[in-house]
């Protein structure tokens, strides 16, 4: 019988199994290896690890946590989860191996969805991203375009200003209201309601935007609204409340309390999964710390 089991080994999987691993309980994390983050060339904003590459931080973060004999990290994927009637949780692994633990922390990350435009996917993480306190220093003072329609435009748009001066919305085929336009003229922010064709550029780089009744945009920088989904259903399953958020974030997040908890008893979840900030590695390491201290004070109780 294990302490806790996490189930997702990205910064916040990581942050709680380094927690309970200091705290000496018998955790083991199991990392599918799909963190959404690697696309990045850098992690931006997280203290003292600025500009870091992702695959690097987590083989470092991995390395940390091998130097406490209670933690283990397992390779695999988890695509099911139980509770018994006595509160432990059974956990199948890949190879046929099962596990329990009386605590279980599920940090799974989330799906991103961004529109299926042509072009997009291979420069996602690069010149096209979708939270400027991650990018925006690494695309300061280009000509950037935000691909949004409605108030979660107008406010990425205008947000975007703070990095460069030459910002254009793109609504994609929806009109603006009167309103908007006159909150963009303010804050010199250009906008364009064609419809998007696809990306265009050399390589990896983003170089123009074309329409689909023709034309372009020269823009190297693109800002995109993307949707955040949960990867399974095992928080659903484990009877975790799951709530979609439709304010400028569009999170489907795992319902937890300041603490991480679920409200079920020994469920806890942290990171992507479980936001109601913007999701960022810097946030993901602290609700990992979180629910890991909040797991092992959880376990204190039952001795």
């Not at 083989?59 to 933690?71: F, K, M, Q, V």
């Not at 409200?263 to 960022?280: E, K, M, N, Q, R």
Request: aromatic share 6%.
């Amino acid at each position: 019988m294990k302490d806790c089991i996490v189930i997702g080994g990205g910064a916040a999987g990581l942050s709680a199994g380094l927690t309970l691993g200091r705290a000496r309980r018998s955790t083991l994390v199991v990392d599918a290896g799909r963190q959404s983050n690697l696309a990045a060339s850098g992690l931006g904003g997280l203290l003292g690890h600025d500009g870091r590459p992702p695959a690097a931080y987590y083989a470092a973060a991995r390395a940390e946590l091998a130097a406490y004999p209670s933690a283990e990290v397992l390779h695999g994927d988890v695509t099911g989860a139980e509770r018994h009637d006595d509160g432990t949780f059974e956990v199948p692994l890949p190879g046929g191996r099962r596990e329990r633990a009386r605590a279980l922390v599920l940090a799974p990350g989330m799906d991103y969805r961004y529109p299926p435009l042509p072009g997009l996917a291979e420069r996602w993480g690069g010149d096209v991203f979708h939270c400027p306190f991650c990018h925006g220093w690494e695309t300061r003072d280009r000509p950037t375009a935000v691909l949004a329609s409605g108030p979660v435009g107008v406010h990425g748009a205008l947000n975007l200003r703070a990095w460069t001066d030459d910002v254009t919305l793109l609504t994609n085929g929806v009109a603006l209201s009167g309103t908007e336009r006159d909150r963009l003229a303010a804050g010199r922010v250009r906008w364009d309601e064609r419809p998007v064709a696809a990306l265009t550029g050399d390589g990896p780089r983003l170089g123009a935007v074309t329409f689909t009744g023709g034309g372009e945009l020269a823009v190297t920088a693109l800002l995109v609204k993307a949707f955040l989904h949960q990867r399974s259903t095992l928080a659903r399953d484990l009877g975790a409340t799951v709530t979609w958020s439709h304010d400028h974030l569009g999170v489907e997040a795992i319902t937890v309390d300041p603490m991480c908890r679920t409200g079920i008893p020994g469920l806890f979840a942290a990171g992507d999964a479980a936001t109601s900030v913007p999701p960022s590695a810097a946030a993901a390491v602290a609700s990992g710390h979180l629910a890991g201290a909040s797991a092992a004070v959880y376990l204190s109780a039952g001795y």
